[in-house]
Every structure is written in C-alpha cells, then in structure tokens.
T-cell receptor, first 112, second 112 residues
Framework: KAGVTQTPRYLIKTRGQQVTLSCSPI?????VSWYQQTPGQGLQFLFE???????NKGNFPGRFSGRQFSNSRSEMNVSTLELGDSALYLC???????????FGQGTRLTVV | SQQGEEDPQALSIQEGENATMNCSYK?????LQWYRQNSGRGLVHLIL?????REKHSGRLRVTLDTSKKSSSLLITASRAADTASYFC????????????FGTGTRLQVTL
C-alpha cells in the first residue's frame, strides 16, 4: 500500500499571499487530519475530516481552512500568510477515530 | 497546547544500550501512540496502545501504559545509531479520539 502523500514538499511564499497544501491518504482511509509543527509550539492539531465533513477543529484562526473530497484526498488552505505561519505541515490518515494515524512527509512552508 | 510532557527532553546513549522515554498526559484517553521523527521529516508510526492495555511489544520496542498515573513509557532495546531521532507520544482523548495531542518529544542520540 502506498503511504500518505503530501504535495508540495517545500514552499516559499510572501506575506499576504495564500497557499494550498494537498494530502492523499492511504487507500481505504477516510479520516484525514492536519497538524502544524513549529519549534516553539511543537505539534498542534489543525482539523480533521471524515467523509468530506470537518469532524474536529483545533484552535487556529479562520485563515486556516480545509476540505476533503469524495476520494478522501484533502487540501488545506492558509490565506493572508503571516511570518508565523512558517512551519512543517503534516497530514495524517486513519481508518477512523481510535485507529493508528499514519503521517506523510510533510510540507515545509516558509513565509518571507 | 501540549497534552503533557516527555521525559527526558534529551537522551544520549551508546549503541547496544537500552533507551527509555517517558510520557505523561492529563486527560482520559482512548489510546496512546508513539512516533519517531528524523530531522524535521514526517512522523513514523511506531506503536498504538489502547487504554485497556498495559503493555505492548513490537520488535525491539516495548510500550507500557499506566492509566492510573496517566503515563506511558517507550523502551528501545539494543539501540542502534539508526535509532537516533526525536520520539513523540500522542494521545487520543475519549470523546475526541480523532484528534491527537502530542507531547514535547525526547531527542535520542545513539553513538557508536
């Protein structure tokens, strides 16, 4: 089975721009979650989607949004980028809540 | 916010020795998962232990869970240089099992 695929691997954006990150989960997995990792805050939960519905949301501003498609692929969008949004963004896929969560290699976003 | 703390923050051992990392958390959990991360890359899933389990093994890994003390430990036996990485515990709370809350991580250095 292929693992979790995140694209792109690296991004450099300018403050004020917006960005879209993509995640393809493991085949058969319907739950996709997104996490932000920074040196200061560690790993923080952004949101989780299951069957195209947002099921859980973390404490991030509305500039962070996501969606899930019928094939379980997910995208997250960050609008009006700030320098503090520079981070490693990780996607995880799972069969459902309570199961193992497998992570992709991440997208390294740098905001300049 | 971080669910809890991992102890120690950093650990340096020689190849062949055992490494023990501890994780404490704050809420009731559905399960606890351990991950490895190499140099800011994606998280590699190591093992999941459910709240009704006390011990689990996978190869050179042994995980224990004490729900009365809200703590878990990860033991890596006969460490290798390739085990050098950061190790994180993540808890899925009862009621919000689709969201993982991560500890602060232990940085393990295995020297030859």
């Amino acid at each position: 089975k292929a693992g979790v695929t995140q694209t792109p691997r690296y991004l450099i954006k300018t403050r004020g721009q917006q960005v879209t990150l993509s995640c393809s989960p493991i085949s058969g997995h319907r739950s996709v979650s997104w996490y932000q990792q920074t040196p200061g805050q560690g790993l923080q939960f952004l949101f989780e989607y299951f069957s195209e519905t947002q099921r859980n949301k973390g404490n991030f501003p509305g500039r962070f949004s996501g969606r899930q498609f019928s094939n379980s692929r997910s995208e997250m969008n960050v609008s009006t980028l700030e320098l503090g949004d520079s981070a490693l963004y990780l996607c995880a896929s799972s069969l459902d809540r309570g199961h193992e969560a497998f992570f992709g290699q991440g997208t390294r976003l740098t905001v300049v | 916010s971080q669910q809890g703390e991992e102890d120690p923050q950093a650990l340096s051992i020689q190849e062949g020795e055992n490494a023990t990392m501890n994780c404490s958390y704050k809420t009731s959990i559905n399960n606890l998962q351990w991950y490895r991360q190499n140099s800011g890359r994606g998280l590699v899933h190591l093992i999941l232990i459910r709240s009704n389990e006390r011990e689990k093994h996978s190869g050179r890994l042994r995980v224990t869970l004490d729900t009365s003390k809200k703590s878990s430990s990860l033991l890596i036996t006969a460490s290798r240089a390739a085990d050098t990485a950061s190790y994180f515990c993540a808890t899925a709370s009862t009621g919000t099992a689709s969201k993982l809350t991560f500890g602060t991580g232990t940085r393990l250095q295995v020297t030859l």
